[in-house]
């Protein structure tokens, strides 16, 4: 089982923080562009099923620091297994990708993307990995895997595709090309974007509305979307006619319809403490 990381090995490279009921989780090798090293995924899943089992969190939001969001892996990492004729270790990093990308899309708490500086290889699928994507104006996006021989990961090819289509997919990945914050928008590859100097207080406004919401709901309106994307109709409505059955007695629904009848905010439940660790 993947715990969380101790201070003396992951700490510098990625941190975590809990505030206003929104868990930070910030990618923190600025002058390599925090690009994944060492056992950074390991970290990275830890820090997601700390998130999920905090009552406390009510929102993830996945960041780097400095001019970068993420370069993907590092590759003079890469290089040296290369040189060693080594994919062993390269077999294990997919497959804890491929856990960590699974986790996010089942997890019942949404993820935000906060992408604060360029987003590249595995960097960029990260993020769209993630449910909702809000951009720095000053970002970029680029599926530069072709650029060292290499096939996007971290689930792009399905995400991607999803997002833009299989021709844009296409142009994106076979070229390696480097596209604007305004155009990954305008692609439908994230969400919104925001000036530099306003991103910041942005991404956590909107984090701590996401995190205010009510969670059952939350979390059956996110697997009912995904689901909705891929399934039938049919596996759509049942879906829906068994989640709200569900949700309708809930104490949260009960909350939700009285201060509407009563013109009021509604409260579904304390927010909790402010927590960092």
């Not at 001019?67 to 390269?90: H, N, P």
């Not at 530069?144 to 290499?150: A, D, P, Q, R």
């Not at 997002?163 to 994106?172: D, F, Y």
Request: with cysteine.
């Amino acid at each position: 089982m993947v715990t969380a990381p101790t201070p003396t090995d992951q700490r510098a490279a990625l941190l975590y923080a809990v505030a206003e009921g929104v868990a930070t989780i910030t990618l923190n090798r600025p002058t390599a562009m925090n690009a994944f090293m060492g056992t950074m995924r390991e970290a990275l899943l830890g820090y997601l099923r700390q998130a999920a089992a905090d009552p406390a969190v009510g929102c993830l939001v996945l960041t780097g620091t400095g001019k970068a969001f993420c370069a993907g892996g590092d590759i003079a990492g890469m290089a040296a297994l290369q040189a060693r004729d080594d994919v062993s270790v390269l077999a294990d990093r997919m497959t804890l990708v491929g856990e960590i990308v699974t986790y996010m899309r089942c997890l019942e708490k949404p993820v935000v993307a906060a992408i604060n500086g360029v987003a590249a290889g595995g960097g960029m699928n990260l993020a769209l990995a993630c449910d909702i994507r809000y951009a720095a104006e000053s970002a970029s996006f680029s599926e530069s895997f072709i650029k060292i021989g290499l096939v996007p990961d971290w689930g792009g090819h399905a995400r991607l595709t999803q997002l833009v289509g299989t021709a844009r997919a296409l142009e994106l990945m076979l070229t390696g090309a480097r596209i604007s914050a305004e155009e990954a928008a305008r692609l439908g590859i994230v969400n919104q974007v925001f000036s530099d100097t306003e991103f910041g207080a942005c991404v956590t406004a909107r984090a701590r509305l996401l995190a205010a919401a009510p969670r059952e709901a939350v979390a059956a309106i996110k697997h009912g979307v995904y689901l909705g994307a891929q399934a039938p109709l049919a596996a759509t409505l049942a879906f829906e006619r068994e989640a709200q059955i569900r949700l309708f007695l809930s104490a949260e629904a009960r909350e939700g319809m009285a201060a509407f009848l009563e013109k009021r905010a509604p409260k579904f439940g304390a927010q909790p403490p402010e927590q960092s660790s």
